[in-house]
């Protein structure tokens, strides 16, 4: 029941709602997936994922004003960002130490460089860019939703039903399923564990990136936009198992559309409270997650 | 007497240092710097106890800290109270709120605590920012003058001591405690959960202890740093200031006594020497944490220890 939805309310403004928290949950979800994907195969927390949605959309900007066409910028943007995820990947495997907990501060502190990267290569103004498809919208359920949200709409899916193929049916995929289920056995079978850790550094990178970009349009981007993006993803990741890339797409949605609800309905300024309140009664109330696949172990 | 006390030979050399120190205080600004130092140092001994002996990481220090301050502070400027009064009510209140937060989380295993502490820290630091009519908003709020039983702390010299001696006590009662049965339970907790949990020690009970401590200890530091200061904005309780406990932790040596108070004293001194840098500080700040993850991951104590050992090496 949301408080406040009595008959006054049309219907048409609770299905605007529902498609604004549809269309920044697939965001969340691309940003949750990535935290899944590294989590799985390392163990690793990573807290450079929202500079990575950052570094994708900031780099996009940058470039569609050096003049290159959208669609290179966005290529390039996405293979910019790949690249400092396999950066970060380097760092953490020459560390002399693998303890979680200092690789998590190794993530921490590569969060705050790049965010003093983009700080110097770009500046500390607040970017928009164009529609991919023009500004137009149309009606639909006696609402508008725009162009760009269907965009957005329409990649997250093909990402993540890429992802799924790719999980299942590639050599790769499989690789990278097997050691996240166990390293050693999967040294044993000949899989290279540390081209697999490298491919998924990159490709959560390239997620992120590629969430960066579709955003920029709608809510425009800055130096600091990764760390709150950063921390809803993870929560949205955590609401889904923290192990399960597409539990962590129905994570991100769920949040989308409560946040969404509640900024409509209850409190704008408590918006952003919504992701870290349904993260905690996740954590006390269902400790693995919605579909979380390995239940939280108790002591 | 030091025997009966166990003060040991280190607490003293603290001691003598801390004593020297303001004799090469050239001014206020100075002044300044060391007593955030010390009071990070404060509340980076009570969440190394947690991290380094305890096993659990804490990403919301920074906002316990920050809402116990937030507490003390309108306690004593909206309503009248004693200013020390006012911090024995948020401490007790922040120690009642950490252990029902800590109780259903500590029962799991992993970084759970971890996850529950991020959430809880960046909802109060959005109620700190929202609820503006009690807290000043982001725009924050001043702070009225400290006094223990009328006698008024203006000077930095008084702040300085107070500062002082209370982490000279703490970094006392810390020794004890890692000494004591206490403390060889919560040793036994990091080596292996299991194992402790079959020679019957409730292992979450003993956690959350722990938990509660080190919001105890954060709460007393950050009223403390909102009366020196005389002002309390919600980036006391940023996510990002509590990231920094946790690195000043980890960077000074996880587990190490010492090592807590070394990282908050750089990690505090650090930014004010990188501010000539302008653009490149947080670059700059970025890239030494990567570093020092990388190439010291025991922390910088350990380079101590290094040193010792070829001092050492060489007499024997």
């Known amino acids: 029941m949301v408080i406040g939805l009595s008959s006054n309310k049309p219907m048409n403004e609770l299905f605007g709602f529902l498609l604004s928290g549809i269309t920044v949950g697939f965001i969340y979800a691309l940003v949750g997936i990535g935290f899944t994907v590294i989590y799985n195969s390392s163990g690793i927390i990573n807290f450079s994922q929202g500079e990575f949605v950052m570094a994708g959309g900031m780099s996009t900007v940058f470039l569609l004003k050096a003049g290159l066409p959208l669609g290179v910028s966005f290529i390039l943007a996405i293979m910019i960002t790949s690249i400092i995820g396999i950066v970060l990947y380097k760092l953490i495997s020459y560390s002399k130490d693998s303890s979680q907990i200092s690789l998590i501060i190794l993530t921490l502190g590569f969060a705050i460089f790049l965010r003093g990267l983009a700080e110097v290569v770009f500046d500390k103004e607040l970017h928009t860019m164009p529609s991919f498809v023009g500004d137009g919208s149309f009606d639909m359920l006696g609402t508008v939703l725009t162009y760009q949200s269907i965009v957005i709409m329409v990649v997250s899916i093909v990402i993540v039903v890429l992802l799924y193929f790719f999980f299942k049916k590639t050599k790769t995929g499989q690789a990278m399923k097997a050691a996240s289920i166990n390293v050693d056995a999967a040294r044993l079978m000949g899989i290279n564990i540390k081209k697999v850790l490298m491919i998924n550094f990159a490709l959560s990178a390239a997620i992120a990136a590629i969430g960066g970009v579709l955003l920029t349009p709608i809510t425009s981007t800055n130096y600091e936009v990764g760390i709150m993006l950063g921390l809803k993803g993870f929560a949205a990741a955590i609401i889904g198992g923290l192990s399960n890339p597409f539990g962590a797409v129905v994570g991100g949605l769920v949040l989308g559309v409560l946040e969404s609800l509640i900024a409509g309905y209850v409190s704008s300024e408590y918006k952003d409270a919504v992701a870290f309140v349904v993260l905690l009664a996740i954590l006390f109330f269902m400790p693995g997650g919605i579909f979380g696949n390995t239940k939280a172990q108790r002591v | ?316």
């Not at chain 2, 009642?96 to 909802?123: D, W």
């Not at chain 2, 009328?150 to 006590?169: K, M, N, R």
């Not at chain 2, 004010?272 to 944490?289: C, M, N, P, R, V």
């Open chain 2, 1 to 316: 007497m030091l025997k009966r006390y166990n003060i040991s030979q280190d607490i003293i050399v603290l001691a003598i240092l801390l004593f020297i120190a303001p004799f090469f205080f050239q001014n206020d600004f100075i002044y300044e710097i060391a007593i955030v130092s010390l009071l990070n140092a404060l509340i980076c001994v009570g969440l190394n106890m947690l991290m380094g002996y305890a096993g659990q990481v804490s990403l919301g220090h920074g906002a316990f800290a920050g809402l116990g301050g937030y507490i003390a502070v309108i306690l004593s400027s909206n309503y009248g109270i004693s200013p020390l009064f006012s911090i024995f009510i948020a401490i007790v209140t922040m120690a009642i709120f950490a252990f029902i937060i800590s109780k259903p989380i500590l029962k799991l295993r992993g970084h759970y605590l971890a996850m529950a502490t991020l959430g809880v820290g960046i909802i109060i630091s959005i109620v700190l920012n929202v609820e503006d009519e009690l807290t000043g908003g982001s725009d924050g709020m001043s702070v009225d003058s400290f006094s223990v039983f009328g006698y008024e702390f203006t000077d930095s010299l008084q702040w300085y001591i107070l500062c002082a001696v209370l982490l000279i006590f703490t970094i006392w009662m810390f020794k004890n405690l890692i000494n004591s049965p206490f403390g060889r339970v919560l040793k036994s907790i990091e080596g292996s959960q299991k194992a402790a949990n079959s020679v019957g020690i409730n292992v979450s009970h003993y956690k959350s202890v722990v938990f509660v401590i080190s919001v105890v200890i954060a709460t007393l530091a950050g009223s403390l740093y909102a009366f020196f200061s005389g002002f309390i904005s919600p980036s006391e309780a940023s996510f990002s200031h509590s990231i920094e406990l946790v690195v000043m932790v980890v960077l000074g040596g996880l587990g190490r006594v010492y090592g807590a108070i070394i990282g908050a004293v750089i990690l505090t001194i650090l930014p004010q020497l990188l501010t000539s840098f302008e653009d490149y500080q947080t670059l700059i700040y970025g890239a030494i944490i990567i570093f020092v993850m990388m190439f010291m991951p025991k922390g910088i104590a350990s380079l101590f220890d290094d040193i010792k050992r070829r001092l050492f090496a060489q007499n024997k």
